[in-house]
T-cell receptor, first 114, second 114 residues
Framework: EAGVTQFPSHSVIEKGQTVTLRCDPISGHDNLYWYRRVMGKEIKFLLHFVKESKQDESGMPNNRFLAERTGGTYSTLKVQPAELEDSGVYFC????????????FGQGTRLTVV | QKEVEQDPGPLSVPEGAIVSLNCTYS??????FMWYRQYSRKGPELLMY????GNKEDGRFTAQVDKSSKYISLFIRDSQPSDSATYLCAMSAASDGGYQKVTFGTGTKLQVIP
């Protein structure tokens, strides 16, 4: 069974540009999460989808970030326009359990804004 | 003050040693307690989780939760070089709708020397 897959693995963009990250969760996992790790800091929650609905987006930093999960399958996270402080590793995770306890993580997308 | 505190290390031990990794937390609402292992350039991998207080053992790994002290531990017996990784504690509390929101520690980097 395929795990959680994220694309691209690494992205370097200039400040002001737009970047879209993609996450393909494990098939059948209704719960999908986005997290971000800024260098030297802990992994921080961004948002949680249950199927196609946003259950909790309290961790989204500002309105430059837009997450979608069309049809309750894959998800995208768009940053527009990107700022220097958006650099970090963006992780996607999926789980069957609503508790999020048995979440499977993707390998992450390393975003560098220059 | 961070909700979850974890010593970043690095922690170096000889092969075969018993490793003790710890986290403290301040949010008494945390109900699930998890330990993740993360190899370099990979996503976090769930090792084990416990609900509320108590111990849980899985092979060479033992997780302990002391809710009265707001303190959790992960013990690794007979440590192996392949255990060299960053270990992340994570905890979750119920959010609106009954779903759990996960908070991570910064991670402790462990090196097991052959």
């Amino acid at each position: 069974e395929a795990g959680v897959t994220q694309f691209p693995s690494h992205s370097v963009i200039e400040k002001g540009q737009t970047v879209t990250l993609r996450c393909d969760p494990i098939s059948g996992h209704d719960n999908l999460y986005w997290y971000r790790r800024v260098m030297g800091k802990e992994i921080k929650f961004l948002l949680h989808f249950v199927k196609e609905s946003k259950q909790d987006e309290s961790g989204m930093p500002n309105n430059r970030f837009l997450a979608e999960r069309t049809g309750g399958t894959y998800s995208t996270l768009k940053v527009q326009p990107a700022e220097l402080e958006d650099s970090g590793v963006y992780f996607c995770a999926s789980s069957l359990a609503r508790e999020g306890t048995e979440a499977f993580f993707g390998q992450g997308t390393r975003l560098t804004v220059v | 003050q961070k909700e979850v505190e974890q010593d970043p290390g690095p922690l170096s031990v000889p092969e075969g040693a018993i490793v003790s990794l710890n986290c403290t937390y301040s949010n008494s609402a945390f109900q699930y307690f998890m330990w993740y292992r993360q190899y370099s350039r990979k996503g976090p991998e769930l090792l084990m989780y416990t609900y509320s207080s108590g111990n849980k053992e899985d092979g060479r790994f033992t997780a302990q939760v002391d809710k009265s002290s707001k303190y959790i531990s992960l013990f690794i017996r007979d440590s192996q070089p392949s255990d060299s990784a960053t270990y992340l504690c994570a905890m979750s509390a119920a959010s609106d709708g009954g779903y759990q929101k996960v908070t991570f520690g910064t991670g402790t980097k462990l090196q097991v020397i052959p």
